[in-house]
C-alpha cells in the first residue's frame, strides 16, 4: 500500500525558516504531480503549491511566492517544500498529497510560527 | 482566481439520511473537481475525482455529479462513520482553490 509520510515540522520563530520533507513508498513516484495543502488551527484546507513529475513546472498560491519553494528528489521519491520568512499566519498542519486532484494524503505535519 | 463555496456550511442528519452537498464554481472549471472528508484531527480522505469518479476503495454510497460550475456530492444512507467535514476543490486553474468546508453532525 502506498503511503506519504511528512517530516520536518515543529516550533520555529517569525522570520525562520523550516524544511518540510514528504516520503512515497511504493513506485511510480515521478508519474504523480505532488502537492502541498496547508490547514490553519480550526480553518478549512488551503492548496499551497504543486510540482510535476520531472521538477520543471512549479506553481504557487500568492500568498507564498517568493517565501515557499517546492522541490522533489524522485530517487529518493520525496517531495520537499523549504518555508522562509516564516509568519504567524504560516502556523498549521501542513499535507503532502499526490496528484493534482489528490488522491492520497499524508499524515501531516504541524508548524508552529511563535516567538 | 476562482473563489468555490460550498452549502450549506453544516447540516445534521440522521443515520440512513440521503445528504447532499453543493458546490460552485465562481467559473467554469469543466469537470476538474474532486471531493474530500476530513475527520476532527485526521488527514482529509479523497472520495471523488474528475467531479464524478469514485476514488479506489471508497464505497458506492458516496457519488458526484455535475459539470461547468455547479457540483454536488451525495451520501446514499449517512452512517456513524460519515459524519465529518466535506471538502470540494478545482483543479482547473491555477491556484487550485478549495471550498469552504460542509460540516455533516449527527441529528
Known amino acids: 500500500e502506498v503511503q506519504l509520510v511528512e517530516s520536518g515540522g515543529g516550533l520555529v520563530q517569525p522570520g525562520g525558516s523550516l524544511r518540510l520533507s514528504c516520503t512515497a513508498s511504493g513506485s511510480s513516484f515521478s508519474s504523480f504531480y505532488m502537492t502541498w495543502v496547508r490547514q490553519a488551527p480550526g480553518k478549512g484546507l488551503e492548496w499551497v503549491a504543486n510540482i510535476n513529475g520531472d521538477g520543471s513546472e512549479k506553481n504557487y498560491v500568492d500568498s507564498v511566492t517568493g517565501r515557499f519553494t517546492i522541490s522533489r528528489d524522485n530517487a529518493k521519491n520525496s517531495v520537499y517544500l523549504q518555508i522562509n520568512t516564516l509568519r504567524a499566519e504560516d502556523t498549521a498542519v501542513y499535507y503532502c498529497a499526490r496528484a493534482r486532484g489528490p488522491n492520497l494524503w499524508g499524515q501531516g505535519a504541524l508548524v508552529t510560527v511563535s516567538s | 482566481d476562482i473563489q468555490m463555496t460550498q452549502s450549506p456550511s453544516s447540516l445534521s442528519a440522521s443515520v440512513g439520511d440521503r445528504v447532499t452537498i453543493t458546490c460552485r464554481a465562481s467559473q467554469h472549471i469543466s469537470n476538474y473537481l474532486a471531493w474530500f472528508q476530513q475527520e476532527p484531527g485526521k488527514a482529509p480522505k479523497s472520495l471523488i475525482f474528475?467531479?464524478?469518479s469514485l476514488q479506489s476503495g471508497v464505497p458506492s454510497k458516496f457519488s458526484g455529479s455535475g459539470s461547468g460550475t455547479d457540483f454536488s456530492l451525495t451520501i446514499s444512507s449517512l452512517q456513524p462513520e460519515d459524519f465529518a467535514t466535506y471538502y470540494c476543490q478545482q483543479y482547473y486553474s491555477y491556484p487550485f482553490t478549495f471550498g469552504p468546508g460542509t460540516k455533516v453532525d449527527i441529528k
Open positions: 474528475d467531479a464524478s
